[in-house]
């Protein structure tokens, strides 16, 4: 492995969990650091304005390694952080804890629409003070094209 695969980077630290570090992200760390058939959630980091932050939250409920190996925004993200679960309703956990917290943070995401719960669940994201309907209604009335139109009297 060259020095690049190796180096860690520190992303952070919320003072009371351990630092968190992420990793390049390329092919080969993903084969030699991601054990297949684990469950979790994963954060991939890029540069943004001379800095590396978050771009994406996702998880698997099958296959990190997989999930990881063939991701489309490999050479777009340059790091990743990965937590393994022991389950698909951890790593939703984990996602959706990620996903409010960047959010809130104001670090603009590349994800399109919030984490769908694990398949064949109906579980709620335990960081949604919203319903689903409420927050596709908020999605709706916040799209800049919708508050274009206006209504004639």
């Not at 919320?14 to 954060?43: E, I, K, W």
């Not at 996903?99 to 104001?106: C, D, E």
């Amino acid at each position: 492995m060259s020095g690049s695969v190796k180096t860690p980077v520190l992303v952070a630290s919320d003072g009371q969990a351990a630092p968190t570090v992420a990793v390049r992200f390329t092919r080969s760390v993903v084969h030699h650091r991601v054990q297949r058939g684990t469950v979790g959630a994963y954060l991939l980091l890029g540069h943004v304005q001379g800095a590396i932050r978050p771009l994406y939250v996702g998880r698997s409920d099958t296959c990190l390694h997989r999930r990881l190996y063939h991701h489309p925004l490999q050479g777009i993200a340059t790091h990743f952080i990965v937590t393994p679960t022991r389950n698909s309703d951890q790593a939703y956990a984990t996602e959706a804890h990620w996903y409010h917290r960047h959010l809130s943070a104001g670090h603009p995401l590349l994800n399109r629409i919030h984490p769908a719960s694990p398949a064949r669940t109906a579980r709620r994201c335990p960081f949604c003070r919203e319903s689903a309907l409420e927050r596709a209604l908020i999605r709706a009335l916040s799209n800049p094209r919708l508050s274009e139109t206006r209504s004639t009297p």
